[in-house]
């Protein structure tokens, strides 16, 4: 049965930096979102099954890097020059279908971690 878990959230300073991690039970295309206090949850950046295509949100783009290590069915959301909006609890989710490429439609994807909070604050 696929099961993901997200670790690596905390406190940083804003400009900071931390890296996320989400442990597969299997191996598919996956994607980082976030949700926000009072904000509904929002795709963050995605990465496919094969190919290792990856999509980003524009408010991401130049500051998130998602990668993934197929030998450890590992999946990372290198994040830095954090702000102070990025604040959420982040999610990742494993989309069964698609596998050539990616889309951050919530939608799209099947099975989710339980999430990890990240915070930036001074």
């Known amino acids: 049965q696929l099961r993901l878990v997200e670790s690596g959230g905390g406190l940083v300073q804003p400009g900071g930096s931390l890296r996320l991690s989400c442990a597969a039970s299997?191996?598919?295309?996956v994607g980082w979102f976030r949700q926000a206090p009072g904000k509904e949850r929002e795709g963050v950046s995605c990465?496919?099954?094969?190919?290792?295509?990856?999509n980003y949100a524009d408010s991401v783009k130049g500051r998130f890097t998602i990668s993934r290590d197929n030998t450890k069915n590992a999946i990372y959301l290198q994040m830095t020059s954090l702000k102070p909006e990025d604040t959420a609890v982040y999610y990742c989710?494993?989309?069964?279908?698609?596998?050539?490429?990616?889309?951050?439609?919530?939608?799209?994807?099947?099975?989710w971690g339980q999430g990890t909070q990240v915070t930036v604050s001074s």
């Open positions: 990465i496919s099954k094969i190919g290792g295509r990856t």
């Open positions: 299997e191996f598919t295309s």
């Open positions: 989710a494993a989309d069964l279908r698609l596998v050539g490429r990616c889309v951050l439609s919530e939608s799209e994807y099947d099975l």
